[in-house]
């Protein structure tokens, strides 16, 4: 392949391949050469000092070329470098084998050609040249072989004269050069597919990485437009809220007890439109990496208490028992009261919702050393198997049908998730299908946000929590997350 068709850098590559190849060879004759004459003293012990000499000189040479591999005005001359450490190398060998052909006793052609053999293949694996390189590398070599040998075969008696094994030996040089000259094509084709499937790599990785900068400004742009949206909704809401409660406390003058009943529900909507606004921008904190925890010492019994209270009108709307049982150690963590509230509110709530008429919701908590378990159990209806996993995912609906029978925005389990994480708690549930729905309590978190016990949340069971138990049972959503 032609040099002046490559990429600059598809060639800097090669050279650097080169260069490092030029010194690989070198070392191997540095160390290999000087052994070889243990064979020169076997073989022919006549010229031992002879071929000691140019097998040294081999070497000297191998460390003059490595020298000036390590030089920069060398670094672009890698090819060079390692042609001419191989022609050096196997002209070496080929005086070699000469000098075993002419020894007195010898038996010409000497089997010494191997060692040009072991040189180019040597030369196949390491570098890579181009066609031409390869040619004129090769030719040189087989020449400097070839000439001497046929002459010497030519002038020796017929007595010691070998045609046979002369033929053979070149049969296989010839054939050895020929695979070499082939390989370096092939390594240089590899090479170049190689790289060109890491240049399209480079550039997929690039366009990868503009999309992905896109992908998070797209991201960015999304949140900031629900902070702004959700800020922007509050406003006008707060101004139908406001005259509303003014009607409710009769402020506005007297309505009538359905004119009344009318404006509380307007009035309880305008809140649950509130808090799902609220929990957006929330989502949106949490997102942005912007929400933080107002850390305070809570005991989670009163705490709880408190919560039960306020609920406890809409379970009796339903006639749905609500019941509450301690047990264990201390269950005072330090948490932030008002994300507490988003949390199991939302547990509550979608207990309620969830929960037949004359059902029951129970609320364990159970305290250890390490930890605290808060299980909200009901007997709701319960969430398919295939569902549960997916329930604390943003805006996920175990019922996503235009009939479903309960509403929801898949905002509230999602929420109540990231801020039992940011907590340093863990969550998760557990349900059969018109049975209940079931979570387990798990181990201590090592988040450093807790303080002297981090606590779990679950989202809930079919059975009662046994006393003292750490598999408790709690109710979250026990159809389509809130």
């Not at 890491?198 to 900068?213: G, I, Y």
């Amino acid at each position: 392949m032609d040099k002046s068709h490559q990429p600059p850098a598809f060639l800097a590559t090669i050279r650097s391949h080169n260069l490092r190849g030029a010194r690989l060879i070198c070392l191997l004759a540095i160390i290999l050469v000087p052994l070889f004459s243990i064979l020169d003293k076997l073989v022919v012990d006549e010229y031992f000092l002879d071929l000691l000499a140019i097998r040294w000189s081999v070497v000297l040479a191998c460390v003059g070329i490595a020298g000036l591999s390590y030089r920069k005005s060398y670094e672009e001359r890698g090819a060079a470098l390692s042609a001419i450490a191989v022609v050096l190398i196997a002209l070496a060998v080929g005086i070699m084998v000469h000098l075993h052909d002419i020894a007195e006793d010898a038996v010409p052609p000497s089997n010494y050609y191997a060692g040009i053999m072991l040189v180019v293949t040597a030369a196949t694996l390491l570098v890579i040249w181009t066609v031409r390189e390869s040619v004129l590398v090769i030719v040189t070599i087989y020449l400097f072989y070839f000439v001497p040998t046929l002459l010497i075969q030519i002038s020796t008696p017929s007595s010691r004269f070998d045609w046979k094994t002369f033929v053979a030996n070149n049969f296989f040089l010839v054939a050895t050069l020929l695979v070499s000259l082939v390989a370096h094509r092939f390594q240089w084709a590899a090479k170049w597919r190689e790289y060109q499937a890491n240049e399209q790599v480079e550039k997929s990785n690039s366009e990868l990485e503009k999309a992905n900068s896109r992908l998070k400004d797209l991201d960015r742009y999304k949140t900031q437009f629900f902070a702004n949206i959700t800020h922007e909704l509050k406003t006008p809401l707060t101004l139908i809220l406001a005259p509303t409660e003014a009607i409710l406390r009769n402020e506005l003058g007297r309505f009538d007890e359905q004119q009344q009943e009318y404006f509380r529900r307007i009035y309880q909507n305008g809140l649950r439109l509130m808090r799902l606004i609220s929990d957006l921008l929330d989502l949106a904190k949490l997102e942005d990496s912007k929400l933080r925890l107002k850390l305070d010492d809570v005991d989670l019994v009163e705490y709880l208490n408190g919560l039960l209270e306020g609920i406890r009108p809409l379970a009796e709307r339903k006639s749905i028992q609500l019941e509450m049982s301690v047990t264990g150690h201390d269950s005072t963590i330090s948490a932030d009261r008002h994300r507490l509230e988003q949390i199991f509110v939302n547990f509550l709530s979608n207990a309620v919702k969830f929960t037949g008429e004359g059902g029951q919701i129970r609320v364990l908590v159970e305290g250890t050393h390490d930890d605290v378990h808060i299980c909200v159990q009901d007997s709701g209806v319960g969430i398919p198997a295939d569902k549960v996993a997916s329930i604390f995912e943003r805006f996920s609906q175990v019922d996503g049908s235009s009939t479903r029978k309960y509403g929801g925005t898949g905002i509230g389990l999602a929420l109540a998730r990231e801020l039992t994480q940011l907590h340093g708690g863990t969550i998760w549930a557990e349900s059969d299908l018109g049975v209940g729905t079931e979570a387990t309590s798990v181990t201590k978190s090592s988040n450093a946000v807790l303080k002297p016990a981090p606590w779990q949340m679950i989202a809930e069971t079919k059975e009662p929590c046994p006393s003292g138990g750490s598999n408790c049972p709690p109710a979250t959503t026990s159809g389509s997350s809130q």
